[in-house]
């Protein structure tokens, strides 16, 4: 099999990409690679100066780099209407949302609303900022919806009767279930995009294990890191 790189993408002029935890990480290189490619990038984050700092970065490798900032912190709801109420001030469209960002087995923590914070933010924070972009999504000839998901889902178990962990909380498995979130929130938003006639794409990614600050939490899963994990 070939090799695919960067250098496989298409050109990305005219397009505009929101990257939820474009600071860091995988977000980081998504968002590098599609300014490269000529795309116009939202640095969907909760701190500004580290999206500054990542802005900075990216500007290095392409100087001509069409990045914006509008902060988003998806384990608030109010910080997501914000965001969208933001971004639909000064666009009226969204050629690509990528659901990116996200915890992974930090100890217990609820959202700002109170749910378990990695059910919260993984999968409740993107099925809210999806639903308020839509419309913008639906105007935009190709658009599409990617969120990232992970082979964790295959340990995964919705368990509907306690997803905040009021009943005890473990941190892999509220992970897993997070994960699994993302794939079946995929699955059915293409199906009604499909039933209603709708343009817009839902698809779901898997990037492999790969070291990033996602892992700060984990000291055994860092080591790991070193022998199996690819870089961003």
Known sequence: MTKWTLDNSPNQSGRMA???GANTGIGFETAAALVAKNATVVMACRNRQKAEDAIKRIRERTPEAKLEFIELDLA???????FAEAFRADHDSLDLLINNAGV???????TEDGFELQFGCNHL??????????????VTEGSRVVTVSSMAHR????????????RGYSAMPAYAQSKLANLLFTFELQKRLEAKGSQVLATASHPGWTGTDLQRHSGFIRFLNFFFAQTP
């Not at 992974?104 to 609820?110: A, K």
């Not at 809210?128 to 419309?135: D, E, F, K, Q």
């Not at 340990?155 to 009021?166: I, T």
């Open 18 to 20: 929101i990257g939820p």
């Open 76 to 82: 608030s709801l109010a910080s997501i209407e914000r």
């Open 104 to 110: 992974m087995i930090p100890p217990f923590g609820t």
């Open 125 to 138: 924070g993107h099925f809210a900022l999806t639903g308020r972009l839509l419309t913008l999504l639906e």
């Open 155 to 166: 340990q995964g178990k919705m368990d509907f009767d306690n997803l905040n962990a009021e």
